[in-house]
């Protein structure tokens, strides 16, 4: 669900199909192929937080790695599941507004 809100949300504000599709498959695929720079910690981190990563959920759920979250160890599944959930609650609430700013008004 969290990459189709995202690949909605980009389809509403680009403005052809074309870009949206090369965008979305960026996204989708820039993990598989960027593996080599998940060397870096910084970068390791943020490819948790990717489409490809979380379509092979095992990945995810297979260790036991804590983030400090105002102070308190919390998971990383966790984590996770949270700022995906939110970035597509946000992506919904935007595509919506951006296709509503799109409608022919008779």
Do not use: N
């Amino acid at each position: 669900m969290f990459f189709a809100g995202l690949v909605m949300l980009l389809s509403s504000l680009c403005r052809s199909r074309f870009t949206a599709l090369v965008i979305g498959a960026v996204l989708l695929l820039i993990p598989m192929i960027g593996y080599p720079l998940t060397d870096i910690p910084a970068v390791a981190f943020a490819f948790l937080y990717t489409p490809t990563t979380l379509m092979r959920g095992a990945y995810i759920w297979e260790g036991f790695r804590l983030v400090s979250v105002l102070g308190e160890p919390v998971m990383i599944q966790w984590t996770v599941l949270a700022v995906l959930t939110t970035v597509f609650v946000i992506s919904l609430f935007l595509t919506v507004r951006a296709y509503c700013g799109h409608q022919v008004k008779a």
